[in-house]
């Protein structure tokens, strides 16, 4: 069963009634105790890197998080969640993340071009990943002023253009993410999570 963690900066309702669609079993829960329960999470976020970190430390729910994916259970970030993934951010001042993945999260500065990065692009695949099995690279739904910086490729899973390369979907071992929404993105949104729904079961 997934969790969905809650935080207090995440887009529950969109997420919860994705899942709801593939017919996966899911709780929502800030709990700790309740969250140990679960064989997978997604970790959605909308607002700043630092407000997010500072909740997370504070409920605990950063610890949970890094001791459950030490023992194999897969988690999801979602946009702010996906970033939240990373080393460290420049958002509002220096703040380390979870530290799942290698990098940096940095301000989108692109002259010719509207921040935040809003709307439809096309997503370009690098590497194999059962988060991306039976994909085709197709479009899917951004909102967002950060983006990750890493100098380790093999995370970057795939990648979209807006002035710069923003990774759009990374992965390392049971951690993925994705910059864009999911829960927005049409069929290709949908069969990721159907597919990160299959890691969840794959750890039962």
Request: charged residues 20%; aromatic residues 10%.
């Amino acid at each position: 069963m997934i969790g969905i963690v809650d935080y207090g900066m995440g887009n529950l309702f969109s997420v919860s009634k994705a899942l709801e669609r593939l017919k996966a079993p899911y709780f929502i829960s800030s709990n700790t105790d309740e969250l140990k329960k679960a064989t997978g999470y997604i970790l959605p976020g909308v607002g700043a890197f630092k407000d997010a970190m500072f909740l997370l430390n504070e409920t605990g729910l950063a610890t949970l998080l890094k001791e459950e994916v030490t023992n194999g259970k897969p988690l999801f970030g979602i946009c702010l969640g996906m970033q939240l993934l990373f080393d460290e951010s420049e958002e509002n001042g220096q703040t380390k993340g979870l530290g799942f993945l290698s990098g940096r999260i940095k301000r989108m500065i692109i002259p010719s071009l509207k921040v935040p990065h809003m709307g439809w692009n096309k997503l370009t695949f690098h590497k194999s990943h059962e988060l991306l099995n039976g994909l085709e690279e197709d479009y899917a739904y951004f909102v967002h002023s950060y983006y990750a910086v890493s100098n380790d490729s093999d995370i970057i899973l795939a990648s979209a253009e807006y002035g710069v390369l923003v990774p759009a979907i990374v992965g390392k071992g049971p951690v993925v993410g994705t910059q864009f929404h999911p829960e927005k993105s049409s069929a290709l949104g949908i069969a990721i999570l159907r597919n990160f729904i299959q890691m969840v079961e794959g750890e039962k």
